[in-house]
């Protein structure tokens, strides 16, 4: 089994930052070394939408509508993977959910981003 815990989620103002964490952990990580680690969203009524992902090697890629805004990275010798989240629009209020596959698809429980004045 395989087990992803998200933090850092939060209310902050239009034009602030938040800082995601998601660590994953569990013996089948083992056999799948090269996994990429991926973060989407969801607003109430609107469907999941990938927001960023990051390769093992570091290859990554960005929503458009979180380009030049929204950073991801990731310790490989930790399993965890961030999202430096800058310049937050109300647009982004979602909840924030980690992802990867390893061998199945496994999700973390999710975290609440508000941004509101």
């Known amino acids: 089994q395989v087990q992803l815990v998200e933090s850092g989620g939060g209310l902050v103002q239009p034009g602030g930052s938040l800082r995601l964490s998601c660590a994953a952990s569990?013996?089948?990580?083992?056999?799948?070394?090269?996994?990429?680690m991926s973060w989407y969203r969801q607003a109430p009524g609107n469907q999941r939408e990938l927001v960023a992902s990051?390769?093992?090697?570091?290859?990554?890629n960005y929503a458009d509508s979180v380009k030049g805004r929204f950073a991801i990275s990731r310790d490989n010798a930790k399993n965890t993977a961030y999202l430096q989240m800058n310049n937050l629009k109300p647009e982004d209020t979602a909840v924030y959910y980690c992802?990867?596959?390893?061998?199945?698809?496994?999700w973390g429980q999710g975290t609440q981003v508000t941004v509101s004045s």
């Open positions: 992802y990867i596959w390893v061998g199945g698809d496994y």
């Open positions: 569990g013996r089948t990580l083992s056999s799948y070394v090269s996994y990429v």
């Open positions: 990051i390769s093992r090697g570091g290859t990554i």
